[in-house]
């Protein structure tokens, strides 16, 4: 299995970057998608995430109304676009895929449910 994230670069803060996750060697249908981040000296959190099942999406307090995920299942891919950035979006940004069945939101936020991780691309936003 490979999670294969990029977009990842240098952006002004209000301004915007998508970040992309391909993922290979599993089956992308069905499982949850997860992106979390780490900033330098903190501990990784969750970002935001789409279920398997029906799509739906979850997104921490900081990004919600700035940041949207969504998925491809015909090419294996999902989406964080993120809008309206601030410096302190900067992080590395992860990708990661679980086959948990959960309509809690505590489920998605939770690092261990994942089963699969991307390697991570950087994301600076200048001020």
């Known amino acids: 299995v490979q999670l294969q994230a990029s977009g990842g670069g240098l952006a002004q803060a209000g301004g915007s970057l998508r970040l992309s996750c391909a993922a290979s060697g599993l089956t992308f249908s069905t499982y949850n998608m997860g992106w979390f981040r780490q900033a330098p000296g903190k501990e990784r959190e969750f970002v935001a995430a789409i279920s398997w099942s029906d799509g739906r999406t979850y997104r921490t307090d900081s990004v919600k109304g700035r940041f949207t995920i969504s998925r491809d299942n015909a090419k294996n891919t999902v989406y964080l676009q993120m809008d309206s950035l601030k410096p302190e979006d900067t992080a590395v940004y992860y990708c990661?895929?679980?086959?948990?069945?959960?309509?809690?939101?505590?489920?998605?936020?939770?690092?261990?449910?994942?089963?699969?991780w991307g390697q991570g691309t950087l994301v600076t936003v200048s001020s």
């Open positions: 990661a895929a679980g086959t948990f069945y959960c309509s809690a939101y505590r489920c998605y936020v939770n690092s261990y449910e994942y089963d699969y």
